[in-house]
């Protein structure tokens, strides 16, 4: 995740804390909730590159198991 803040554009986690702060202080909901919203859509790219490598494992496991079993069932 320190690597998505570090991009144009995003700003740190800080400044997003504080723009969060600034805007609750304000009374401004709409604000908060944008500012919440941007600072869970940051984590999804992260969440999918996760996914990803463990479907690639899974993946490669099954067919692990595929062969091998395939080997077993000739041996008989």
Do not use: C, H, W, Y
């Amino acid at each position: 995740m320190v690597s998505d803040v570090s991009k144009p554009g995003v700003g740190s986690v800080e400044t997003i804390r504080d723009r969060a702060r600034a805007a609750e202080s304000a009374g401004n909901p709409k604000a908060v909730a944008e500012t919440e919203e941007s600072m869970e859509a940051r984590k999804f790219p992260a969440e999918v590159r996760e996914l990803r490598s463990a479907d690639d494992i899974l993946k490669a496991l099954a067919r692990f198991f595929v062969v091998k079993l395939d080997r077993s069932q000739r041996n008989l």
